[in-house]
């Protein structure tokens, strides 16, 4: 069966499918609903039960990125000429520790 739902002002296809729920208490959700939601092994979903029914709601983690992603986000204003690590001398550093 399938139905049709306003979402945002647009209107979208859903196609509406009946679940087994097994000895388990677990259900399979069709790989194409899997793909189109973007769900893959151990994604997870929030359960909500409504006076109508159930409502699985996709749980969407903060993605996690390498600080060196980070890099270049910020611009500091420049100040006098660009310099780069072989500008400095070690030893001078180590002789301005207290």
Not at 21 to 41: D, E, F, N, Y
Request: net charge positive; glycine share 8%; charged share 25%.
């Amino acid at each position: 069966m399938v139905s049709q739902i306003k979402l945002n002002g647009s209107l979208t296809e859903i196609v509406m499918t009946s679940l087994v729920v097994s000895s388990k208490g677990q259900i399979v959700l069709p790989a194409a609903l899997r793909r189109r939601l973007g769900l893959g092994a151990g994604a997870r979903l929030e359960v909500f039960v409504e006076s109508d029914g159930v409502k699985l709601r996709v749980v969407r983690a903060v993605p996690q990125c390498d600080v060196h992603h980070l890099a270049g986000m910020l611009k500091a204003p420049t100040r006098g000429v660009p310099r780069s690590l072989d500008d400095f001398d070690a030893a001078d550093f180590a002789r301005r520790l207290p």
